[in-house]
């Protein structure tokens, strides 16, 4: 089985102020040093793609990341995790990238090293958060989509049984492969560590890196379908930490003032 | 039986060259490990981390020695290292093998928010950085100015948890009553990154460290005092090598000094039985032994308890080398083993002179039921209540 | 032109989420004078057209797929994108839940409209020309507003929006639309359908989280707490003095060496309030704190304080919250 799971590196968002500012030009922090981390939903897929190297003799995991050069710390990551290949599709502007450029950037890298029977995603990247790279590629790929994988359950040749996350609970799904699945978190799909070893036979691994013009696509082009055009302002929401005391004479009223309080809030 | 496993002399070579430069002094006596406090605490890290099983591993490039549960168990307290024949340098090397780990972006993730926290906040507990002097909400603070003699730091969890903030007010009390010349500089201070540097996150150590030392030298600090020894091991031993060069003290050396010269009296004393518990790193690691003693020989009417394992060979609480922010099953702790020790020699205090060491021996003794009979006391507090 | 909804139902009903977009869309289309239509599977919300027009709906448009399933949306997307497609609206809106989640952007792809995921608020511009998105990035640390295209799709965050107050109407148009399907057999099919109950809601996702710490005293009270957690459908935790007083089990440890919570509300009970556990909290959006003692560290932390014995008031607080329940 050949898996292609796809891994962006992002300005860690825990590891960012409270008084952040974002660049809208770049969409990245306007600070000039921050943490770089794989976007952590990105991990989960990993971990999913490991597990199904352990079951599966003979799979093979090609981790993919388009991205400036500073991606391929994300890239040796997978492949001290012993991922059989590193493809890096270089990101030839720092200007934000809209999740349509980003996706066809993706298919034409997968298409290129070869159309895998499991494409695996992360949910949403941990910066912008806006999960749609995912559910726009498999559209490009022309492959059926399945969202909020949490788990494989069961894999054959032809066919895997996924657990997904539903409002409410979960299912099992069944899917015919080729297949994209995007992976949220829960329990068992937990990055594993890497060994001192493996770390170390990393750095002397090949990453791949692809240009844009080797892809076909034209940087220009990517430009042009930038949705973020319609971005207008960004701005950090004030958060008030001064503790409002709920008055009232009695346990009763105080129980009143704080219902309508939440009530206000649309908490309950 | 388990599959033998190679040597590998190509890893060996990469450990020793990241960091471990002391593995191969190791002779594999054995100390280590017969001294390990985990020995005693009787759980599964009792077994399971064994110091001497990682360094063997480590020395032959076998597979083993980065099980994360084992390397992450180290507390740090360097006991292992006072009885090391060779005098390997064992915690460097537990801080070099976990570094190959963390910046290689497999962080544990108990500590993920901890690290994290120290690149967004500057302090490991989340706490906004405008509030990093909310402990001082009433106190008349003075302001570090280019005459002060001392910059007093404060440890982060004395800044943001409630109950450690009591450390740190009773610090400002008693240097105020000796007459100290003392400021603080405020919310631009970050951590002084003791803990990002024990559990390898050395990226994160050296922005803590060097935008401290910018900071210090900007204001002209040359002389610091701090709260917690934890600072005070980073900044004497750690931040000389990034350029940062001060003359650093625990509070209670410079109380001490100023109790010889007469400028610090105690109105009060105390009867009850108190027992001191040596922290590791104003202890082994700081090599301050005696001030703390000398300071509780004043105010105490009855002879100072002595702990089984005191001083050179004292016994870690459990929660230096990031282990605060891990988890211990109860029964299982290392602060519950000093807790039992003080309570079985009649002790009733317990105290000690480091914020962690405070917050874990109360959670622990609040853990075994016996906080009605055994009171956990920071000796600033401790004696800032002779001061009356 | 139109704004048009995508109605999910919940367990057969119109539930919170169709709810909140619908009245969401009524506001954005009224101020822009347009309809709103409201697309449901049938089978899933064939029967509910009233309803749906009663939450705002002024058409509601039934889609009939053969072999659909709810909540596998690759079973019906090309039914419902086609129908858009017919319809071409200014506005599609999603509930931001897995299903919707999962559409909105393949949607958006099959008619080449914008897409922004999300969404915290939806509004028109003064001058009523631009319907303006705002929607949180980097973990909410910042908010971001995008001016919609001329063919949008969104998602909505759960409880960002409002219901009607008011029925908007009970009789809405209802047009059946009958997707043919194409090309062989569907390549994906559900097996097996899971649903939590609200007593077995996870620590971690819980939208409502109701913490005791070492003031509750003992491992009886917290029966008060479970059903408390209960009428707000969330779930119980407890600060690490709490479990290591054996008062709750290690998996229910909320804090920094516990679980890490992010509610939209969480209530403090009895807790102190320590670096440690409120460093474990400190996402959560709306954070109560009950405690007796009004120099409690809590209230620091907390953006509601209730001084309060909780002894007295938490039994209060849930009659409270059962009386208009039932009203």
Request: glycine letters at 10%.
């Amino acid at each position: 089985m050949k898996i292609v799971v796809c891994l962006k590196q992002i300005p860690d968002p825990d590891a960012l102020p409270s008084d952040l500012v974002i660049d809208p030009e770049t969409g990245k922090p306007a600070a000039n040093k921050y943490p770089l981390t794989i976007s952590p939903f990105d991990e989960n897929a990993l971990e999913i793609a490991l597990q199904l190297k352990d079951k599966v003799p003979g799979t093979q995991i090609v981790a993919l990341s388009y991205g400036p050069e500073s991606a391929e710390q994300t890239l040796r990551k997978a492949l001290s995790l012993l991922a059989d290949e590193a493809v890096l599709v270089k990101k030839e502007t720092s200007k934000l990238e809209d999740g349509y450029g980003v996706a066809r950037v993706l298919a034409s890298a997968i298409r290129k090293v070869g159309l895998p029977d499991l494409v695996l995603c992360g949910r949403q990247a941990g910066d912008w958060d806006a999960g749609v790279v995912g559910f726009l590629l498999a559209d490009e790929l022309g492959l059926p989509c399945v969202g909020f994988v949490s788990q494989v359950v069961s894999a054959d040749g032809n066919r895997m049984v996924f657990k997904t996350e539903i409002e409410g609970g979960w299912q099992f799904l069944e899917a015919e492969l080729p297949v994209l699945a995007t992976v949220t978190n829960d329990e068992t799909n937990v990055l594993r560590m890497a060994k001192i070893k493996d770390i170390m036979m990393a750095h002397r691994r090949k990453v791949s890196v692809l240009t844009l013009s080797e892809l076909g696509i034209d940087g220009g082009d990517l430009e042009r379908c930038r949705v973020h055009g319609g971005l207008k302002e960004l701005f950090t929401p004030v958060s008030t930490t001064v503790c409002e005391f709920i008055a009232g004479e009695s346990p009763a009223e105080k129980a009143l003032a704080l219902l309508g309080k939440l009530r206000e809030a649309r908490l309950v | 039986m388990a599959e033998p496993k190679p040597v590998s002399p190509e890893t060996r070579n990469f450990l020793l060259s990241v960091g471990t430069g002391t593995l191969d002094w190791c002779m594999q006596c054995g100390f280590c490990t017969a001294v390990c406090p985990w020995r005693l605490a009787g759980g599964r890290l009792g077994t399971y981390f064994n110091i001497r099983r990682i360094q063997r591993l480590a020395q032959l490039g076998v597979e083993g020695f980065d099980d994360e549960e084992a390397l992450f168990a180290c507390t740090t307290c360097a006991l292992c290292e006072a009885h090391c024949p060779r005098r390997v340098e064992i915690v460097a090397n537990i801080r070099a093998l976990r570094g190959i780990l963390v910046e290689a972006g497999f962080v544990p993730q108990h500590l993920d928010p901890i690290i994290s926290s120290l690149y967004a906040n500057g302090n490991p507990w989340s706490g906004p950085r405008a509030r990093r002097l909310d402990w001082a909400r009433d106190l008349r603070l003075p302001r570090f100015e280019r005459d002060t003699e001392y910059l007093l730091f404060v440890c982060c969890t004395s800044c943001y948890d409630p109950r450690s903030q009591r450390i740190a007010r009773s610090v400002v009390r008693l240097l105020d009553s000796a007459g100290v010349s003392f400021g603080v500089i405020g919310t631009e201070e970050s951590c002084c990154g003791d803990v990002a540097d024990k559990v390898g996150a050395g990226e994160a150590f050296r922005q803590l460290a060097l935008s401290n030392i910018r900071l210090f030298q900007s204001k002209g600090v040359r002389r610091i005092v701090t709260t917690s020894p934890h600072c005070f091991v980073a900044f004497r031993d750690r931040y000389p090598a990034l350029g940062g060069e001060f003359e650093v003290f625990h509070y209670t050396e410079v109380l001490l000094e100023r109790v010889r010269h007469g400028a610090l009296g105690f109105a009060r004393r105390l009867s009850e039985r108190v027992a001191y518990h040596d922290p590791c790193y104003l202890g082994r690691h700081g090599g301050v032994f005696d001030a703390p003693r000398e300071l509780l020989g004043v105010v105490l009417t009855a002879p100072l308890v002595e702990l089984a394992w005191v001083r050179e060979v004292s016994h870690c609480c459990g929660s230096g080398g990031g282990r605060l922010w891990a988890e211990t099953p109860k029964g299982q702790r290392l602060g519950e083993l000093r807790v039992s020790d003080a309570l079985a020699r009649g002790a009733r205090v317990l105290t000690t002179a480091c914020p962690y060491c405070v917050m874990t021996l109360e959670a622990d003794c609040f853990g075994l039921g016996q906080q009605e009979n055994l009171q956990i006391l920071e000796l600033g507090e401790l004696l800032a209540s002779c001061c009356i | 032109m139109a704004v048009l909804v995508f109605a999910e139902l919940e367990n057969g009903k119109v539930g919170r989420n169709a709810l909140e977009v619908l009245g969401g869309a009524r506001s954005v289309a009224d101020k822009l004078k347009m309809e709103v239509l409201c697309c449901v599977l049938d089978g899933d919300g064939g029967q509910r057209t009233g309803e749906l027009g009663q939450a705002g709906a002024d058409r509601v448009i039934v889609v009939k797929v053969a072999t659909a399933n709810p909540s596998d949306p690759e079973s019906y997307l090309a039914a419902l994108a086609e129908t858009c497609t017919g319809i071409r609206p200014v506005l599609i809106m999603f509930a931001g839940t897995p299903v919707g989640r999962q559409l909105a952007p393949r949607v958006a792809h099959r008619l080449s409209y914008g897409i922004v995921t999300d969404c915290l608020s939806i509004r028109v511009a003064d001058d009523g020309r631009e319907i303006l998105l705002t929607r949180p990035i980097y973990g909410g640390k910042v908010h971001a507003v995008f001016a919609a295209r001329e063919g949008q799709v969104i998602t909505v965050r759960p409880r960002a929006l409002r219901p009607l107050e008011h029925p908007y109407r009970a009789d809405p148009q209802v047009d059946y639309v009958e997707a043919t399907p194409r090309g062989g057999q569907p390549r994906t099919r559900v097996v097996e359908v899971h649903k939590e109950t609200e007593s077995g809601v996870k620590l971690e996702e819980a939208k409502v989280v109701v913490a005791g710490g070492r003031g509750i005293g003992g491992p009886e009270p917290f029966a008060m707490l479970e059903e408390l957690a209960g009428l707000l459908g969330g779930a119980v935790g407890g600060s690490r003095a709490a479990v290591d007083a054996g008062w709750l089990p290690a998996t229910r440890q909320i804090g920094l060496t516990g679980k890490i919570v992010s509610p939209d509300l969480y209530v403090a009970v009895a807790i102190s309030g320590s670096s440690q556990h409120m460093a474990g909290v400190a996402n959560s959006r709306v954070i109560v704190g009950i405690n007796i003692d009004p120099e409690a560290p809590i209230f620091h932390s907390a953006h509601l304080g209730v001084v309060e014995d909780y002894r007295e008031f938490v039994p209060v607080l849930i009659e409270k919250i059962k009386s208009a329940k039932a009203c």
